[in-house]
């Protein structure tokens, strides 16, 4: 596995050993052993997601307040515009974000360590997105920030209007929410 850095130092791209041939490829998408050794980071995951969305929906910015999880984010259909926003208030990169184009074809991952806000946004027709977390989805510290905080100034590749779940329309700015010290 091959670890690269974001513009957050903290944020790790991802690119696993794929081994391919005329019949289909092969690639080890998590194993807890080579992650360690190549991120020095010790990780047990409780929970895995899969979401599906079609195109120009935008999902996030999400967090959980407390028992703040971490997420190791690929997409195994399709293609979106993936984001993490430093939403810790004692970091220096403190409302800061990044970006990355996670793919079925590029086949990266993102690691997104706690503290940190997740979101994003589907390019392709549809696109599936999985994720492992290392705690468990607790909806009562659920959290969000509004997608297009002025104050955090992500530059979405947006087209039209994206396609927004009421929570994250109604999400308050990051000068009003709840966040991490």
Not at 91 to 116: C, D, H, M, R, Y
Request: proline fraction near 6%; charged fraction near 20%.
């Amino acid at each position: 596995m091959k670890v690269g850095s974001s513009t957050l130092p903290e944020v790790l791209v991802l690119e696993p050993q794929v081994f391919a041939d005329a019949r289909g490829f092969f690639l080890e998408s998590w194993n807890r052993r080579v992650f360690r050794d190549t991120t020095g980071l010790e990780c047990a995951f409780v929970q895995d997601n899969h979401s599906h969305s079609v195109r120009n929906v935008l999902r996030g910015i999400h967090y959980q307040l407390q028992k703040p999880q971490g997420k190791l984010v690929r997409v195994v259909s399709g293609s979106v515009w993936d984001v993490a926003v430093d939403l810790r208030r004692s970091s220096p990169n403190f409302g800061k974000w990044t970006a990355v184009e996670l793919s079925a074809e590029n086949k990266k991952q993102l690691w997104i360590p706690p503290g940190f806000g997740h979101a994003f946004f589907v390019l392709s027709e549809s696109a599936d997105v999985l994720y492992k977390a290392t705690e468990y989805w607790i909806g009562e510290y659920d959290r969000s920030v509004r997608w297009d905080d002025p104050q955090i100034g992500i530059a979405w590749p947006l087209a039209t209007t994206p396609v927004l779940a009421a929570k994250d329309a109604d999400a308050p700015f990051l000068a009003q929410a709840q966040l991490y010290e």
